[in-house]
């Protein structure tokens, strides 16, 4: 962690050149205390000086506001974030919200017999006022997560008419959460970043954030899009999800489960199979860290909740469930308040911290969670979780570095990727690279004996193969035994050049087909899975990947891989549709967008008929 220090403002300012400075030494618990202790009887005195008066409290709280805002204004200055790279035609760069659909007429190839009619919707970050934006001030800097940034959805719709003909339109929106609007009416970055930088700077950050609108942080809406009862939700896990218009892209206000939930809620809600009903989780820098819900299948009613009683806060972005079960994930990435208040970084990962998996009944408690011991890993995702006999699998992504918080912006060469991360370009990933400087994740299987209590643990694909993330699954077998996974395919250099992933390629995982041998090329390990990949044209990355099954279709892998792809040498962006059958052949279609569409993180397809509203969506139809 950088030492305190203050950086002089650019532009007005009363506190420019300020002679303020900070030690190591500095009792950051001290001063909020004593902040907190200074401020009680002052709102005490006010609180009673206005008693009964609604309309001096209103011009208090008024005038309190404004001073809040000009010490801000005076105190801290807005910079953009610094990316590594000029990204400013590529990944980084917001695009302009069109709000209303738009026709896609150009179409390389054909939408295959049996796609169904419905949505692909994908979401991700699209800053608002230009940009991701740092702050400098005398107590430091503050840096949102690489990951933050203003939620936008992106949508293509496809509408099959009874001639078997399609009409296929395209839409964005952003996704316009409380703190959107009450940016948007400000028309200026208003938010303090809270999370990342000097630990003085994070406090005030937050303090002052919480002051003036009543929230520390934005919600940003940015993660992921799930559907669940019919309704569409747009999620990212530091706030409530927000209910969508899935024709208008409109958002229609939290979803908190008829007010039964009051927390955060996980990107990665999964639904239990056989009953429907929604398995989610909470986390929070504070007790209770994790809490857990089951949600009834229509939505409607808040059937479970729990307290997991953990004494920490692990980073926990991804559950499972089985038949019987829920999963949860307790890695040594953690969110610590305390450590931030004596010069820490409120997000840290640790390598030698523990790391253990969760198992418990559906609707257990605290005392009825079995925990496993695990090696230490940093999985942000998994592919499925299933029972085969006593043990319960799970099938994830594990890494030994995490990319969250990622890199402190402007480090020179964004250092977080070390140079024995990039290989040579298409040279897969080797046994040279030492285990505890893999950022990259690796398929990975976790056996977990519900009897006996033993833990087996290994990679499923060998050291050949390129890392991956971002998987998806037929959603028919989620929490049942599978045969298929999919999977975005990370590329060395683009990434550690991009200082975040860039995905040049689909991968398909055969999680029955293993290798019995070695072969002379050293390229098949024993017992490792089958890998197929569908790699991209050069410099062509792609984003929010998902797998539409199809319609009728009788075995796991009928169906497609739909995603959105951007070709960086002409700044076009497409959606390809690949035939999981036939996995290394060309996309069956192509389709060119209106507009560039910025790197993202999750999509989905969502199944729903549209003959009947898509003239409404663009009445020239």
Not at 250 to 260: H, K, M, R, T
Not at 341 to 361: S, T
């Amino acid at each position: 962690m950088a030492c305190y220090y203050y950086v002089p403002f650019q532009g007005q300012s009363s506190f420019r050149n300020p002679t303020v400075s900070f030690s190591h030494k500095f009792n950051l618990l001290k001063i909020s205390h004593h902040l907190s202790s200074s401020l009680k009887p002052f709102l005490r005195e006010m609180e009673q000086l206005v008693l009964g008066a609604d309309v001096l409290k209103v011009a208090v709280k008024n005038t309190a506001v404004k001073l809040l805002d000009a010490f801000v204004d005076s105190a801290f200055e807005f910079v953009d974030y610094s990316y590594p790279l000029d990204l400013s035609q590529t990944i980084a760069a917001p695009v302009d919200e069109l709000r209303e659909a738009v026709p896609v007429t150009s179409i390389n190839g054909d939408i295959p017999s049996g796609f169904p009619q419905g949505v692909y919707i994908r979401n991700g970050s699209n800053p608002v006022f230009g940009g991701l934006k740092s702050t400098k001030s005398i107590f430091g800097q503050s840096s949102p997560l690489w990951v933050e940034g203003e939620g936008m959805l992106h949508a293509l719709y496809f509408s099959r008419d009874n001639n078997g003909g399609w009409t296929l339109i395209y839409n964005n929106r952003y996704v316009e959460t409380d703190t959107f609007k009450l940016e948007k009416l400000r028309n200026k970055p208003s938010f303090l970043p809270a999370v990342h930088g000097d630990s003085l700077a994070v406090i005030f950050s937050f303090l002052l954030n919480l002051l003036r609108f009543g929230k520390p942080s934005k919600n940003i809406s940015n993660t992921n899009v799930f559907e669940h009862s019919g309704k569409l939700y747009s999620i990212a896990e530091n706030d409530l999800p927000q209910e969508i218009d899935i024709f208008t892209l409109q958002a229609l206000g939290c979803w908190d489960v008829n007010g039964a939930w009051n927390r955060p809620f996980t990107a990665h809600p999964k639904r239990a199979p056989g009953t429907g009903e929604l398995v989610t989780m909470g986390a929070a820098a504070t007790k209770p860290f994790v809490e857990v819900g089951v949600i009834s299948a229509d939505g409607k009613e808040l059937l479970h909740k729990l307290d997991l009683k953990l004494d920490r806060c692990p980073l926990c972005h991804e559950l499972g469930v089985t038949k019987r079960y829920n999963v949860f994930l307790d890695c040594p990435i953690t969110v610590d308040v305390n450590r931030l208040i004596h010069g820490g970084q409120l997000i840290k990962y640790e390598q030698e911290g523990y790391a253990r998996i969760g198992v418990m009944p559906r609707y257990g408690h605290a005392d009825s969670i079995r925990w496993f011991k695990v090696k230490p890993n940093c999985t942000f995702h998994i592919f499925n979780c299933f029972e085969d006999s006593d043990e319960v699998v799970v099938w994830g992504f594990r890494a030994l570095a995490s990319v969250i918080p990622g890199p402190v912006p402007g480090s020179k060469g964004f250092e977080w990727f070390p140079a024995n991360f990039k290989p040579s370009p298409g040279k897969p990933m080797e046994d040279a690279i030492s285990e505890d400087q893999l950022l990259f994740p690796r398929p990975y299987e976790w056996r977990l004996n519900v009897r006996t209590g033993d833990v087996k643990e290994r990679y499923l694909a060998g050291p050949n193969h390129f890392p991956m993330e971002f998987p998806m699954i037929n959603g028919a077998f989620t929490g049942v035994r599978n045969k298929y996974g999919y999977t975005q395919v990370c590329h060395y250099a683009p990434s550690s050049a991009a200082g975040m992933g860039r995905f040049g390629g689909l991968a398909k995982l055969y999680f029955e087909d293993r290798n019995t041998g070695i072969s002379s090329g050293g390229n098949r390990v024993e017992g490792s899975i089958q890998v197929e990949y569908h790699m991209f044209e050069k410099n062509t990355y792609c984003s929010g990947a998902a797998f539409v099954p199809k319609e009728g279709g009788v075995e796991e892998d009928d169906g497609w891989i739909i995603t959105f792809v951007h070709h960086q040498d002409t700044n076009i962006s497409q959606v390809y549709i690949i035939d999981t059958k036939n996995f290394l052949k060309e996309p069956v279609a192509r389709i060119t967008l209106p507009c560039r569409v910025p790197d993202g993180f999750h999509g989905a397809f969502v199944p729903i008929q549209l003959q009947n509203r898509i003239t409404r969506m663009i009445p020239e139809i």
